[in-house]
């Protein structure tokens, strides 16, 4: 059974500074991992997915990377504003299509 | 494209009523999720169709719980017999038919308070 854990629960920089953001999962045989950001008591907007042949996937300040062998996925966001403040989470599926099995995700506080 | 639809975007219940939330997924998206999500942690997976057909439903989905999707386009969740563990945020996304990827899209969720 797949688990994803992302570590820290809570994160506050700097505005300015960069972030990165932690996920891991247990079983390597992922097909796709996507990221998410979700405001307070809102939906989730899709960041970037990374398909399992890929190594990492870029838009704008964003940089997701993926390493399948040791279970893990960072996101970095270079320059971090004070509108970046959310909650952040990954979410893996373990075959095309399939359910995705997310983490506990980590909330952000970007301080001006 | 317009997005994910869901409605309504609150309900507040009583204990034992029964509530239907409806989800209209983005234009030929062709399979529909269901999760759940409560306060402080990251959704969890409900069920899930390809068209009309329901390929997969959590042990979650206890037999108070109910999901259709008549006719491949829209869905609709119903939960008999409310209780208040039933009370979290019920997101609903879609995913094209590509062979490249399949993107997952939410909508805004359907916030329910079981009184």
């Known amino acids: 059974k797949q688990e994803v854990t992302q570590i820290p629960a809570a994160l506050s920089v700097p505005e300015g500074e960069n972030l990165v953001l932690n996920c891991s999962f247990t079983?390597?045989?992922?097909?796709?991992l996507q990221w998410f950001r979700q405001d307070p008591g809102k939906g989730l907007t899709s960041l970037l997915l990374?398909?399992?042949?890929?190594r990492e996937q870029t838009s704008g300040r964003l940089n997701a990377s993926l390493d399948k062998s040791s279970g893990r996925s960072t996101l970095y966001i270079a320059a971090s504003q004070p509108g970046d403040s959310a909650t952040y989470l990954c979410?893996?599926?373990?075959?095309?299509?399939?359910?995705?099995?997310f983490g506990g995700g980590t909330r952000v506080l970007v301080k001006p | 494209d317009t997005g994910v639809s869901q409605d309504p975007r609150h309900k507040i219940t009583k204990r034992g009523q029964n509530v239907t939330f409806r989800c209209d997924p983005i234009s030929e998206h062709n399979r529909l999720y269901w999760y759940r999500q409560t306060l402080g942690q990251g959704p969890e997976f409900l069920t899930y169709f390809q068209n009309e057909a329901q390929l997969e439903k959590s042990r979650l989905l206890s037999d108070r719980f109910s999901a259709e999707r008549p006719k491949g386009s829209f869905s609709t969740l119903e939960i008999q017999r409310t209780e208040q563990g039933d009370s979290a945020m019920y997101l609903c996304a879609s995913s094209p038919k590509t062979r490249i990827s399949y993107e997952q899209y939410f909508g805004p969720g359907t916030r329910l308070t079981v009184t």
């Open positions: 979410a893996g599926s373990k075959a095309a299509g399939n359910k995705l099995t």
């Open positions: 079983d390597s045989a992922i097909y796709n």
């Open positions: 990374i398909q399992s042949s890929q």
